[in-house]
């Protein structure tokens, strides 16, 4: 199998990792999204601990601990609103809205690295944004509060993919996971005691659901990139929206919006189209 097939295909398990814990949020309905929060990060920290012993000391090493800090308050702020989001709106409107997070994440290195905004790219985010609207629709249907925290996490996941450019030149590969899977833990841990609620064994499936789909999302996405270009694997990243669509209908009886469709194809069209072009510039 060529690299660009293994790309894919590790692209495509991620897209599926990352619906299943969508899914095993929604399972979980009597439990606080601060509570899953953490424990899914305790079971994910357990999963990464044989991988981190391997690395050895090094891992630990770090010059920016303020920087790692910093994006992982992101991190765990996306978490909370995703989670959130995914209680309250349909599996692929949460899977369309997104896609608005390459869009969010163009702004804001440009406004705190100084990238460059050519018009192209321009146009290609106020089209993405435009997307984004045909799902909302504002003022046409009620503004669902799911929606908005579904905005909100693509915007702090932005703002944690910049910060990352930051932490990549200095920082290796496995002390940014390090310090996220601790941080991360750390900032979860006292929102959680105050909500704590002891899961029921019928629960803990989906509980351990949870910590081995976002633990093989973020692998997944990983290997896939190391195997691929990157302007081609995130052409399978879409697949999240049939998957969502798919297994909400077959689990949940949720149905596919056709507005949603229509701005979901927009604003991954506009995110591929920057990313093709970025990759063209820089090649």
């Known amino acids: 199998m060529s690299n660009a097939a293994k790309g894919a295909w590790w692209m495509i398990a991620a897209a599926g990792a990352l619906t299943a814990m969508a899914i095993c949020i929604r399972y979980l309905p009597t439990y606080s999204v601060l509570l899953m929060i953490f424990l899914r990060n305790v079971i994910n920290l357990v999963l990464m601990t044989p991988s981190m012993v391997r690395q050895g000391k090094a891992i630990f090493r770090t010059e920016r601990l303020g920087t790692h800090a910093i994006r992982n308050a992101f991190l765990y702020s996306g978490n909370v609103a995703?989670?959130?989001?995914?209680?309250?709106?349909?599996?692929?409107?949460?899977?369309?809205?997104?896609?608005?997070?390459?869009?969010?994440?163009?702004?804001?290195?440009?406004?705190?690295?100084?990238?460059?905004?050519?018009?192209?790219?321009?146009?290609?985010?106020?089209?993405?944004?435009?997307?984004?609207?045909?799902?909302?629709?504002?003022?046409?249907?009620?503004?669902?509060?799911?929606?908005?925290?579904?905005?909100?996490?693509?915007?702090?996941?932005?703002?944690?993919?910049?910060?990352?450019?930051?932490?990549?030149?200095?920082?290796?590969?496995?002390?940014?996971?390090?310090?996220?899977?601790?941080?991360?833990?750390?900032?979860?841990?006292?929102?959680?005691?105050?909500?704590?609620?002891?899961?029921?064994?019928?629960?803990?499936?989906?509980?351990?659901?949870?910590?081995?789909?976002?633990?093989?999302?973020?692998?997944?996405?990983?290997?896939?990139?190391?195997?691929?270009?990157?302007?081609?694997?995130?052409?399978?990243?879409?697949?999240?929206?049939p998957f969502s669509v798919a297994l909400g209908w077959m689990l949940f009886t949720e149905v596919l919006d056709a507005w949603t469709a229509a701005g979901a194809l927009i604003i991954f069209a506009t995110g591929y189209y920057s990313t093709v072009r970025e990759a063209k510039k820089s090649g």
């Open 82 to 241: 995703w989670f959130f989001g995914v209680t309250k709106i349909s599996l692929a409107d949460v899977a369309a809205l997104q896609f608005t997070s390459p869009l969010f994440t163009a702004i804001i290195a440009a406004a705190l690295l100084g990238e460059r905004i050519g018009g192209h790219r321009m146009v290609a985010i106020l089209v993405g944004f435009a997307g984004a609207l045909i799902i909302i629709r504002p003022g046409i249907i009620p503004l669902n509060i799911g929606t908005l925290s579904i905005l909100l996490a693509a915007f702090l996941y932005s703002c944690a993919h910049v910060v990352t450019k930051l932490l990549s030149n200095t920082e290796s590969g496995s002390t940014v996971v390090f310090y996220m899977s601790v941080t991360i833990l750390i900032y979860s841990a006292i929102p959680a005691a105050f909500v704590w609620q002891t899961p029921a064994w019928a629960d803990m499936p989906a509980m351990i659901g949870l910590g081995i789909t976002g633990y093989a999302t973020h692998y997944c996405i990983t290997r896939s990139l190391a195997v691929g270009d990157a302007s081609f694997v995130i052409v399978f990243d879409f697949m999240r929206l």
